[in-house]
């Protein structure tokens, strides 16, 4: 059974840095995609980023480009959102999801971290 379990949360100052982190386990993941949504209080969850596990190519959303990265690493079977200069608007759950290549449904979410940037 796919589990995928996020850390690395918590409250920052606007300006600083967070790594968040995504431990999947329950098979093999070459051909699947794996990303990062987010939901604010009160907003639809929205798209961070994404990457292409075999090939590492890497998708972001327009607001976060250039200030956030998204890595994997394969011995660890861990995916990364590296978050620099964050904004009081970035505060909200972040989620880790994964879905297979050539399909458009996230089958498999985990429980979310909770990211708080102070102004």
């Known amino acids: 059974q796919v589990q995928l379990v996020e850390s690395g949360g918590g409250l920052v100052q606007a300006g600083g840095s967070l790594r968040l982190s995504c431990a999947a386990s329950?098979?093999?993941?070459?051909?699947?995609?794996m990303a990062w949504f987010r939901q604010a209080p009160g907003k639809d969850r929205e798209f961070v980023a994404a990457?292409?596990?075999?090939?590492?190519?890497?998708y972001y959303a327009d607001f976060v480009k250039g200030r956030f990265t998204i890595s994997r690493d394969n011995a660890r079977n861990t995916v990364y959102l590296q978050m620099n200069v964050v904004k009081p608007e970035d505060t909200a759950v972040y989620y880790c999801?994964?879905?297979?290549?050539?399909?458009?449904?996230?089958?498999?979410w985990g429980q979310g971290t909770q990211v708080t940037v102070s102004s």
């Open positions: 999801a994964v879905r297979a290549s050539g399909t458009t449904t996230f089958d498999y």
């Open positions: 990457i292409r596990w075999s090939e590492s190519i890497t």
């Open positions: 329950g098979r093999s993941f070459n051909r699947h995609i």
